[in-house]
């Protein structure tokens, strides 16, 4: 029996990228390239036709950004391993990708065979990520695993507020109270959940079910 062939897609728009990673895939034993798409939407339209069994997908595209876009391609296709490419190495990033449906998370760095094996391994049902990445993914666990912190019950709103998108002045009348207080709040979260930004904060009291 002649051996399975993995189909590949990319979704990147940086034209020469593309081409070369195409080039890369359609070179590798047992590997072919039968899609790429400069955007998500055009993705969205033509993936559909004989869908790949992986995708690699770059994070920061023009229009729907990738992160976004994995939700929605997985929707249509539930099969398809979805690898990230990127040059972001912050854990919030990585978090919303993972969360999203990404089975790899590789920077945009990284060798051209690992690559190759990269796709490999998510084809046949495993994970894959850049060293970096996935050190950044370990500490997200500790993290996760530490003792709650212990919120005030102002804190809990004020974080649930910062969820749903307000800022300081829009928050700060929602609860009643002055920006300046709004700030002493912010910095009394940072410490108690041991981040530096708003989005981080609210990543990690979604991740610990804190709000």
Do not use: W
């Not at 690559?115 to 046949?124: C, D, K, L, N, T």
């Not at 004020?158 to 300081?168: R, T, V």
């Not at 109270?177 to 709040?185: D, L, N, Q, S, Y």
């Amino acid at each position: 029996m002649a051996p399975e062939i993995i189909s590949t897609g990319i979704v990147e728009d940086d034209e020469e990228t593309r081409a070369g990673l195409a080039f890369l895939l359609n070179n590798a034993p047992g590997i072919v390239c039968t899609h790429a798409y400069d955007s998500i939407e055009n993705a969205l339209e033509g993936i559909g036709r004989k869908p790949p069994q992986v995708l690699l997908l770059d994070i920061g595209l023009q229009g729907m950004d990738g992160i976004e876009g994995v939700g929605l391609l997985r929707h249509f296709e539930p099969s398809l391993a979805v690898i990230m490419l990127s040059i972001f190495r912050d854990e919030d990033r990585i978090f919303r990708a993972i969360c999203a449906g990404a089975c790899g998370y590789l920077l945009k760095t990284t060798t051209p065979d690992r690559i190759v094996s990269a796709v490999r391994e998510v084809h046949g049902g495993g994970a894959a990520m850049s060293p970096e990445i996935a050190i950044r993914v370990l500490r997200l666990l500790r993290k996760d695993l530490a003792p709650d912190p212990t919120l005030t019950p102002r804190e809990r709103s004020l974080l649930k507020l910062m969820a749903d998108g307000h800022q300081n002045k829009t928050a700060a009348s929602e609860l009643g109270i002055t920006i300046h207080t709004i700030g002493f709040h912010l910095r009394s979260i940072y410490g108690k959940l041991h981040v530096h930004s708003r989005a981080e904060a609210v990543a990690r009291a979604l991740r610990s079910g804190l709000i």
